[in-house]
Nanobody, 125 residues
Framework: QVRLVESGGGSVQAGGSLEISCIIS?????????MGWFRQAPGKEREAVAT???????WYADSVKGRFTISKDNAKNTLYLQMTSLKPEDTAMYYC??????????????????WGQGTQVTVSS
């Protein structure tokens, strides 16, 4: 059974930090060519934020480079996104996504097969 469950969202002031996590079912975690974090702000399309490939290489959107860090714990089948220096424009629903075939660099959200339910991150100015 494919399951992705996010947690850890919340509200923070600009300049603050927040960490979100995603527990992924073991089979999905081990078979994904791409897994990572995406976000969707109201009225906008879902966009990739940070991803891993199967070998552990990472990719980041330019808008979050130097501020966000994606990591994972293979023993726990868990993805993390550490977010620092948060800005109001980071406000969005953050989703954990995975796919067994999609390339991990700047993936189109429309191509991913598996998603969590999302966790809201709100940054106030």
């Amino acid at each position: 059974q494919v399951r992705l469950v996010e947690s850890g969202g919340g509200s923070v002031q600009a300049g603050g930090s927040l960490e979100i996590s995603c527990i992924i079912s073991r089979s999905t975690y081990s078979s994904s060519a791409c897994m990572g974090w995406f976000r969707q702000a109201p009225g906008k399309e879902r966009e990739a934020v940070a991803t891993f490939n199967r070998e552990g290489y990472t990719w980041y959107a330019d808008s979050v480079k130097g501020r966000f860090t994606i990591s994972k714990d293979n023993a726990k089948n868990t993805l993390y996104l550490q977010m620092t220096s948060l800005k109001p424009e980071d406000t969005a629903m953050y989703y954990c996504g995975a796919d067994p075939y999609v390339w991990y660099r700047n993936p189109s959200a429309a191509r991913l097969s598996y998603w969590g339910q999302g966790t809201q991150v709100t940054v106030s100015s």
